[in-house]
């Protein structure tokens, strides 16, 4: 089983920054795709940044110039830096994560797309 956990978020005034990170553990052979996306009250849940296993970074045209998404592939760690936060950055953020896994007890391989719980990031104004 692939467990993705969050960490980071948290209250900020605008113009701030915060840090996110999210830890992926569990039976995992590789990790492909990792992104971040955001859902606002009465919004549907949108990209905000991904990168891929070779590192090509994609950012929602909000945040570009803003934020910085990287990962380090020896801690299964991907990391979203978020300056110069404005009001509107105010939602819970999710952590997504695909590749390749196994099982513990039959150790056949199967793919994996999961998702973390989410941290709430809130920027005042």
């Known amino acids: 089983q692939v467990q993705l956990v969050e960490s980071g978020g948290g209250l900020v005034q605008a113009g701030g920054s915060l840090r996110l990170s999210c830890v992926v553990s569990g039976s995992i052979f590789s990790i492909n795709n990792m992104g971040w996306y955001r859902q606002a009250p009465g919004k549907q849940r949108e990209l905000v940044a991904a990168?891929?296993?070779?590192?090509?970074?994609n950012y929602a045209d909000s945040v570009k110039g803003r934020f910085t998404i990287s990962r380090d592939n020896a801690k299964n760690t991907v990391y979203l830096q978020m300056n110069n936060l404005k009001p509107e950055d105010t939602a819970v953020y999710y952590c997504?994560?695909?590749?390749?896994?196994?099982?513990?007890?039959?150790?056949?391989?199967?793919?994996?797309?999961?998702w973390g719980q989410g941290t709430q990031v809130t920027v005042s104004s």
């Open positions: 990168i891929t296993s070779g590192g090509t970074t």
């Open positions: 997504n994560a695909d590749g390749a896994a196994f099982d513990r007890r039959s150790w056949s391989p199967h793919d994996f797309a999961s």
